[in-house]
């Protein structure tokens, strides 16, 4: 019988990244597959205590074993924005052509072009909270470019690379991810638990 883990978002990309990195020991269930369908409300002012937020919500109301994750970009010349704020930057939540719009406007004339993708994860296992991070440096382009992944994957360019997130293919994305970096030490993590 598989481990069963609940993950609290209603980010259907983010599932699908997560999914794909999971293989047949643990079951991953979303929101859905328990029936809730509360959208929950992220008011902590950092990663972590989002994460937290969201994990905590639904263990509190489901008792299960569950993780919530919560990510974002930092840009190092805006000093950290869009930050907590990344999924709504630019005034609507999950707009993501807006907020791309405003990193690029704020950042017209400015050469330092520095960023990173972090994620951090809150996992309740066995009742005890666990926090897992991941992050990845690169560069904010002049110009969005590719069609795949999410949010502002087009004007990501990680370090290493000459194309951005949305250039790539899943998998590539997944192999060098925030998102994949986090949510492997969760697999470490339960493969030992
Ligand atoms: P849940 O809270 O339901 O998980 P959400 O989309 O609201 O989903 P967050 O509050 O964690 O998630 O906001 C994450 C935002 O950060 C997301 O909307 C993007 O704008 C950005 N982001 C995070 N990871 C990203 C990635 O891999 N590629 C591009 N943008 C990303």
Redesign the pocket.
């Given at each position: 019988m598989p481990l069963q883990l609940v993950f609290a978002?209603?980010?259907r990309h983010?599932l699908k990244e997560v999914a794909a990195k999971i293989n047949g020991e643990i079951q991953l269930l979303t929101l859905q597959d328990i029936g809730c369908d509360q959208d929950i409300e992220?008011t902590g002012s950092t990663f972590k205590e989002?994460a937290g937020i969201?994990s905590h919500y639904i263990h509190t109301k489901y008792h299960m074993n569950c993780f919530g994750?919560?990510?974002?970009?930092i840009i190092d010349a805006l000093n950290g924005e869009p930050g907590v704020y990344?999924?709504r930057y630019a005034g609507e939540?999950?707009n993501?052509a807006a907020?791309i719009k405003k990193v690029l406007e704020k950042l017209k004339g400015i050469e330092n072009r520095k960023a990173r993708?972090v994620t951090v994860i809150s996992l309740i296992w066995n009742k005890d909270e666990h926090f897992f991070e991941g992050a990845v440096e690169g560069t904010i382009r002049h110009q969005p470019a590719g069609n795949g992944?999410?949010?502002?994957?087009p004007v990501?360019q990680p370090d290493g690379y000459d194309i951005t997130?949305a250039e790539m293919s899943m998998e590539e994305k997944n192999k060098i991810?925030?998102?994949a970096k986090a949510i492997e030490k969760v697999i470490a993590f339960l493969n030992k638990a």
């Open positions: 978002t209603n980010n983010k992220e989002n969201k994750e919560d990510s974002g970009l990344s999924a939540h999950g993501h907020n993708f992944g999410f949010g502002y994957d990501f997130f991810s925030h998102r």
